[in-house]
C-alpha cells in the first residue's frame, strides 16, 4: 500500500488525538533526517503501552522501550536519530503501521540492521475468514467507535510486514502474549480475555494486500513464550516496572558477547526467569535451521552499564546500570566499584532504580570522562541486612493480612508488603480450590511444594508451619547475589555432563565470559536442558587461571529441598570405624580439570524424581572457604552413606558462612573499613559463580 493512502487514512486519528499533521511530521524528523547515511544502517521501531481505554494499565512496558533503547544505542552502535519509538496513544494501530513503512520499510537495505520491539496487550480475535477462526493479535492503544470491531495488528500481519523488508537481518521482540486465564495468581500477565468482536476491515484490507507482495526475508522472531497458553508477565522491581523476557534479554546482552546461536542466549535467559519467579520459557520464532543472532556488539566486550551524563565538575557522573543481575541490582551497594577502559574507577554513591550516581576515584593523570563508555563490574558490596520479602496477594481479606504480617514478623530475615506494592520474592496466597487452604507461590504463581497448609487452617499455623522452608528459599537468596558469571575475572569453565551412556553428554556450559578472548569462549550450540530422571550426573570444571581456585556447590532441588556437595575425606588408616568423617576443600589447581564428583568415587550423584526444576550455584574463590566448610561439618549429617551430594541440613549458616568467605578473599576490604562493617565487598579478580538450572523429567 502507499504511503500516502497511509498517510491521508490516519488524518481522522490524528484529529482524535489533537496531534495536527505538521506535529506528526516533526515526530518523524527522527528518522526523516537520517536518510542521507550510507548503508549498512541499522534502524529501530519500539512500540510501548501501559495505558489502555478501559482496560486494566500495565506497569513495564514504557521501561521495555527504554531498556532496548539504551541497549541498542550504546551497546550495538545504533543512532538515536534512527530509533523511532511509540509509546502509549501514540501507538495505535494506524500510527505502528505507518510507522513501520516509513521508517523501516522505506528506509531499510539489503544488508541493514533492522529491529522491532512490542511491548503491551496481546489477545486473541475472531477472525471468520480464516480456517482457524481465532488468531493472535496485539492490542494496540486505540480502540474502535463500534465496541463490535476492534484496532488490533494480527500476527500474521505484523510477521508478513517484517518479512517484506528487503535485508535479512531482521530481529523482532515480542513481549506479550495471547490468553488470559480466568484466574490470576502472582505478576501481572500481559494478555487479555479474547474478543467475539470483529478485526476492523482496515486491518483486513492492509493483510489482504500484504499477502500479495513479494515476501524476501526471514525474520528472526524471538517471543516472550514458547507455549500458546504460556502467559508473559511483568515485575516490579526496585523503583521500576518491567517485562520479565526484556528485562532478563536486555540484560544478557549487556553483560555478554551475543553467543553463535540464539539458542544459547534463550537459555541463558530462560535461567534468569526462573531465578526471577516465573516458569516462563521464551521462544525463537523463525524458519532458519540455525539462526545467528544478527545484532552483533559494538564492542566484544561486555559491560554491567554505561555512563550517561557527566555533571559539571568533570568527576561525578550518571550510570545507566541494566546490565547487573537483576536479583543483584536490588542490593547493589554504595561505595561498589566499576572500572572503564581507560583503567579509571568509578565509586557508587547512590542508585535509584537503573539509575546511578558515582564519582571517579582520585587517579593522577586520568583520563576525561565521556558519555558512552561502558563500565565494567570491579567490586561489589551487598548488605549485611538483607530480608526475604513476603507478598500478600490482595486476594487476602484484611484480618488474614494483619494475622499473615504478626506471623512472620516472628521470623528474622522475613519482611511482608502488600503484592504489587513493592519488590518481593515470593507470594502467600489462597489456594484456588475450594474448601481452600494458604500456601506460598512463586512470583509466576507456582505452588512451592510442601508450603500448602490443612484446609481451614487458621493464617497462623500455616506460617508457622513454613518455617524451614523460608529458612531454604532465604539462603538460596543470598547465594544467588554471588551470580557474576559476566563479570568475573578468573577464567574457570564448568560443564554438566549426563554420563550414564558410554561418553558423557553435554547438558549446560557456563563459562565466566569476561575472563576469555573471544577465540576461545563456548560457541557451540547446547542441547535443551532436561535431565531423565535417574541419570548418572557430574560437572567438568576447568582453570585456566594462574592461581588455585576452590570451589563450593549449592542448590535448590526439584522439591525446592537445599542440597551441597560434600566434599569427604576417604580416611588412609586401616581401621576407621570410629574416625569421624571431615569435609575437605575442593581445589583445582591452575592449569587442570576436576570432575565433580569424582570419576572413581564410592558415591555417585544421581538424579532423583519427582519432575521438576533443579537449581544449583558453582562458587568458586581464590581463598579457602573455612567458614563455609565449618558450617558444613556443624550439621547433623548422618555418616552411615556419605554420597557426594545430599540435603543441606543448616542452609542459611552456610549461606552467610559463603558470603564471609567471598568477603574475606577481598582485598580492598582493609581500604573500605567503614563498609566492611556492615556489608560483604566481593572482588571480581577473586570470585565466580555461575548458575545451572535445569529441567528433570
Same mark, same amino acid.
Given at each position: 500500500?502507499?504511503?500516502?493512502?497511509?498517510?491521508?487514512? /490516519?488524518?481522522?486519528? !490524528?484529529?482524535?488525538?489533537?496531534?495536527?499533521?505538521?506535529?506528526?511530521?516533526?515526530?518523524?524528523?527522527?528518522?526523516?533526517?537520517?536518510?542521507?547515511?550510507?548503508?549498512? $544502517?541499522?534502524?529501530?521501531?519500539?512500540?510501548?503501552?501501559?495505558? *489502555?481505554?478501559?482496560?486494566?494499565?500495565?506497569?513495564?512496558?514504557?521501561?521495555?522501550?527504554?531498556?532496548? $533503547?539504551? !541497549?541498542? %544505542?550504546?551497546?550495538?552502535?545504533?543512532?538515536?536519530?534512527?530509533?523511532?519509538?511509540?509509546?502509549?496513544?501514540?501507538?495505535?494501530?494506524?500510527?505502528?503501521?505507518?510507522?513501520?513503512?516509513?521508517?523501516?520499510?522505506?528506509?531499510?537495505?539489503?544488508?541493514?540492521?533492522?529491529?522491532?520491539?512490542?511491548?503491551?496487550?496481546?489477545?486473541?480475535?475472531?477472525?471468520?475468514?480464516?480456517?482457524?477462526?481465532?488468531?493472535?493479535?496485539?492490542?494496540?492503544?486505540?480502540?474502535?467507535?463500534?465496541?463490535?470491531?476492534?484496532?488490533?495488528?494480527?500476527?500474521?500481519?505484523? !510477521?508478513?510486514?517484517?518479512?517484506?523488508?528487503?535485508?535479512? $537481518?531482521?530481529?523482532?521482540?515480542?513481549?506479550?502474549?495471547?490468553?488470559?486465564?480466568?484466574?490470576?495468581?502472582?505478576?501481572?500477565?500481559?494478555?487479555?480475555? #479474547?474478543?467475539?468482536?470483529?478485526?476492523?476491515?482496515?486491518?483486513?484490507?492492509?493483510?489482504?494486500?500484504?499477502?500479495?507482495?513479494?515476501?524476501?526475508?526471514?525474520?528472526?522472531?524471538?517471543?516472550?513464550?514458547?507455549?500458546?497458553?504460556?502467559?508473559?508477565?511483568?515485575?516490579?522491581?526496585?523503583?521500576?516496572?518491567?517485562?520479565?523476557?526484556?528485562?532478563?534479554?536486555?540484560?544478557?546482552?549487556?553483560?555478554?558477547?551475543?553467543?553463535?546461536?540464539?539458542? /544459547?542466549?534463550?537459555?541463558?535467559?530462560?535461567?534468569?526467569?526462573?531465578?526471577?519467579?516465573?516458569?516462563?520459557?521464551?521462544?525463537?520464532?523463525?524458519?532458519?535451521?540455525?539462526?545467528?543472532?544478527?545484532?552483533?556488539? #559494538?564492542?566484544? %566486550?561486555?559491560?554491567?552499564?554505561?555512563?550517561?551524563? +557527566?555533571?559539571?565538575?568533570?568527576?561525578?557522573?550518571?550510570?545507566?546500570?541494566?546490565?547487573?543481575?537483576?536479583?543483584?541490582?536490588?542490593?547493589?551497594?554504595?561505595?561498589?566499584?566499576?572500572?572503564?577502559?581507560?583503567?579509571?574507577?568509578?565509586?557508587?554513591?547512590?542508585?535509584?532504580?537503573?539509575?546511578?550516581?558515582?564519582?571517579?576515584?582520585?587517579?593522577?593523570?586520568?583520563?576525561?570522562?565521556? %558519555?558512552?563508555?561502558?563500565?565494567?563490574?570491579?567490586?561489589?558490596?551487598?548488605?549485611?541486612?538483607?530480608?526475604?520479602?513476603?507478598?500478600?496477594?490482595?486476594?487476602? #481479606?484484611? +484480618?488474614?493480612?494483619?494475622?499473615?504480617?504478626?506471623?512472620?514478623?516472628?521470623?528474622?530475615?522475613?519482611?511482608?508488603?502488600?503484592?504489587?506494592?513493592?519488590?518481593?520474592? *515470593?507470594?502467600?496466597?489462597?489456594?484456588?480450590?475450594?474448601?481452600?487452604?494458604?500456601?506460598?507461590?512463586?512470583?509466576?504463581?507456582?505452588?512451592?511444594?510442601?508450603?500448602?497448609?490443612?484446609?481451614?487452617?487458621?493464617?497462623?499455623? @500455616?506460617?508457622?508451619?513454613?518455617?524451614?522452608?523460608?529458612?531454604?528459599?532465604?539462603?538460596?537468596?543470598?547465594?544467588?547475589?554471588?551470580?557474576?558469571?559476566?563479570?568475573?575475572?578468573?577464567?574457570?569453565?564448568? @560443564?554438566?555432563?549426563?554420563?550414564?551412556?558410554?561418553?558423557?553428554?553435554?547438558?549446560?556450559?557456563?563459562?565466566?565470559?569476561?575472563?576469555?578472548?573471544?577465540?576461545?569462549?563456548?560457541?557451540?550450540?547446547?542441547?535443551?536442558?532436561?535431565?531423565?530422571?535417574?541419570?548418572?550426573?557430574? *560437572?567438568?570444571?576447568?582453570?585456566?587461571?594462574?592461581?588455585?581456585? *576452590?570451589? /563450593?556447590?549449592?542448590?535448590?532441588?526439584?522439591?525446592?529441598?537445599?542440597?551441597?556437595?560434600?566434599?569427604? #575425606?576417604?580416611?588412609?588408616?586401616?581401621?576407621?570405624?570410629?574416625?569421624?568423617?571431615?569435609?575437605?576443600?575442593?581445589? +583445582?589447581?591452575?592449569?587442570?580439570?576436576?570432575? !565433580?564428583?569424582?570419576?572413581?568415587?564410592?558415591?555417585?550423584?544421581?538424579?532423583?524424581?519427582?519432575?521438576?526444576?533443579?537449581?544449583?550455584?558453582?562458587?568458586?574463590?581464590?581463598?579457602?572457604?573455612?567458614?563455609?566448610?565449618?558450617?558444613?561439618?556443624?550439621?547433623?549429617?548422618?555418616?552411615?552413606?556419605?554420597?557426594? /551430594?545430599?540435603?543441606?541440613?543448616?542452609?542459611?549458616?552456610?549461606?552467610?558462612?559463603?558470603?564471609?568467605?567471598?568477603?574475606?578473599?577481598?582485598?580492598?576490604?582493609?581500604?573500605?573499613?567503614?563498609?566492611?562493617?556492615?556489608?560483604?565487598?566481593?572482588?571480581?579478580?577473586?570470585?565466580?559463580?555461575?548458575?545451572?538450572?535445569?529441567?528433570?523429567?
Amino acid at each position: 500500500m502507499k504511503r500516502r493512502t497511509f498517510l491521508h487514512r /490516519i488524518g481522522s486519528i !490524528l484529529a482524535v488525538l489533537g496531534v495536527t499533521e505538521a506535529e506528526w511530521l516533526t515526530l518523524g524528523n527522527r528518522y526523516y533526517q537520517a536518510l542521507a547515511q550510507p548503508s549498512p $544502517r541499522k534502524l529501530a521501531l519500539l512500540i510501548g503501552i501501559n495505558q *489502555y481505554p478501559k482496560i486494566s494499565a500495565l506497569s513495564g512496558c514504557l521501561t521495555d522501550v527504554e531498556l532496548q $533503547r539504551e !541497549l541498542l %544505542i550504546h551497546r550495538f552502535g545504533f543512532q538515536r536519530s534512527d530509533i523511532l519509538t511509540l509509546t502509549e496513544e501514540q501507538a495505535s494501530r494506524e500510527f505502528i503501521e505507518v510507522a513501520f513503512l516509513d521508517h523501516l520499510g522505506k528506509q531499510a537495505k539489503p544488508g541493514d540492521v533492522v529491529v522491532f520491539h512490542f511491548s503491551g496487550y496481546g489477545s486473541r480475535v475472531k477472525l471468520e475468514t480464516s480456517p482457524d477462526p481465532m488468531q493472535n493479535a496485539l492490542v494496540t492503544a486505540n480502540e474502535s467507535q463500534n465496541s463490535q470491531i476492534v484496532n488490533y495488528i494480527l500476527e500474521e500481519t505484523l !510477521l508478513l510486514l517484517l518479512r517484506s523488508l528487503p535485508t535479512d $537481518r531482521v530481529t523482532a521482540v515480542l513481549d506479550t502474549s495471547y490468553y488470559a486465564p480466568s484466574a490470576v495468581i502472582g505478576l501481572k500477565i500481559r494478555a487479555l480475555e #479474547e474478543l467475539v468482536a470483529k478485526l476492523a476491515a482496515e486491518e483486513l484490507d492492509f493483510l489482504k494486500q500484504l499477502k500479495t507482495q513479494k515476501l524476501s526475508s526471514t525474520p528472526i522472531v524471538l517471543a516472550a513464550t514458547s507455549e500458546p497458553k504460556q502467559p508473559a508477565r511483568e515485575r516490579l522491581f526496585s523503583g521500576f516496572s518491567a517485562g520479565l523476557f526484556t528485562y532478563a534479554l536486555t540484560q544478557y546482552l549487556w553483560e555478554f558477547t551475543p553467543a553463535t546461536t540464539i539458542q /544459547i542466549a534463550l537459555s541463558h535467559v530462560e535461567n534468569s526467569l526462573y531465578k526471577l519467579g516465573n516458569k516462563q520459557q521464551p521462544a525463537l520464532l523463525s524458519s532458519q535451521k540455525n539462526p545467528d543472532i544478527t545484532l552483533l556488539p #559494538e564492542s566484544i %566486550i561486555g559491560a554491567e552499564g554505561v555512563v550517561s551524563n +557527566i555533571e559539571e565538575d568533570g568527576k561525578t557522573v550518571h550510570l545507566w546500570l541494566a546490565g547487573l543481575p537483576p536479583q543483584v541490582l536490588l542490593y547493589y551497594g554504595v561505595n561498589s566499584r566499576f572500572t572503564l577502559a581507560t583503567t579509571e574507577q568509578l565509586i557508587l554513591r547512590s542508585r535509584t532504580g537503573l539509575t546511578a550516581k558515582a564519582q571517579i576515584s582520585k587517579i593522577e593523570g586520568a583520563n576525561p570522562l565521556q %558519555i558512552g563508555q561502558l563500565v565494567q563490574e570491579a567490586v561489589r558490596v551487598l548488605p549485611r541486612n538483607i530480608n526475604l520479602t513476603i507478598a500478600l496477594d490482595t486476594g487476602l #481479606e484484611r +484480618i488474614e493480612r494483619v494475622d499473615a504480617t504478626s506471623a512472620f514478623a516472628g521470623f528474622s530475615h522475613v519482611s511482608t508488603v502488600i503484592a504489587g506494592e513493592k519488590p518481593a520474592d *515470593y507470594l502467600f496466597a489462597k489456594l484456588q480450590e475450594i474448601p481452600s487452604s494458604y500456601g506460598l507461590f512463586s512470583l509466576g504463581g507456582e505452588l512451592i511444594p510442601n508450603t500448602t497448609g490443612e484446609v481451614g487452617e487458621a493464617v497462623k499455623l @500455616t506460617v508457622q508451619r513454613l518455617a524451614p522452608k523460608l529458612s531454604i528459599l532465604y539462603a538460596a537468596k543470598l547465594w544467588r547475589l554471588t551470580e557474576n558469571e559476566g563479570s568475573s575475572r578468573l577464567p574457570l569453565k564448568a @560443564t554438566l555432563e549426563i554420563i550414564s551412556g558410554i561418553s558423557p553428554r553435554v547438558v549446560i556450559q557456563r563459562e565466566t565470559v569476561r575472563a576469555f578472548k573471544p577465540e576461545n569462549s563456548i560457541k557451540k550450540s547446547l542441547p535443551t536442558p532436561i535431565v531423565p530422571i535417574g541419570s548418572r550426573m557430574q *560437572y567438568r570444571v576447568e582453570n585456566q587461571s594462574d592461581r588455585p581456585v *576452590y570451589l /563450593i556447590l549449592l542448590g535448590l532441588n526439584n522439591n525446592h529441598t537445599a542440597i551441597a556437595f560434600y566434599p569427604w #575425606e576417604t580416611p588412609t588408616e586401616a581401621n576407621t570405624v570410629d574416625v569421624k568423617s571431615l569435609l575437605k576443600e575442593v581445589v +583445582i589447581a591452575p592449569g587442570q580439570t576436576l570432575t !565433580l564428583p569424582q570419576t572413581n568415587a564410592p558415591s555417585q550423584w544421581v538424579i532423583s524424581g519427582p519432575a521438576s526444576e533443579c537449581e544449583q550455584q558453582l562458587i568458586f574463590s581464590t581463598n579457602p572457604f573455612s567458614e563455609t566448610l565449618a558450617a558444613l561439618s556443624t550439621a547433623k549429617y548422618s555418616t552411615a552413606e556419605q554420597r557426594a /551430594i545430599d540435603p543441606l541440613l543448616n542452609p542459611l549458616d552456610v549461606a552467610q558462612a559463603l558470603l564471609q568467605d567471598l568477603h574475606n578473599a577481598n582485598a580492598l576490604k582493609t581500604e573500605m573499613n567503614g563498609t566492611a562493617a556492615d556489608s560483604y565487598i566481593l572482588d571480581v579478580n577473586n570470585w565466580a559463580s555461575l548458575s545451572f538450572s535445569f529441567q528433570v523429567s
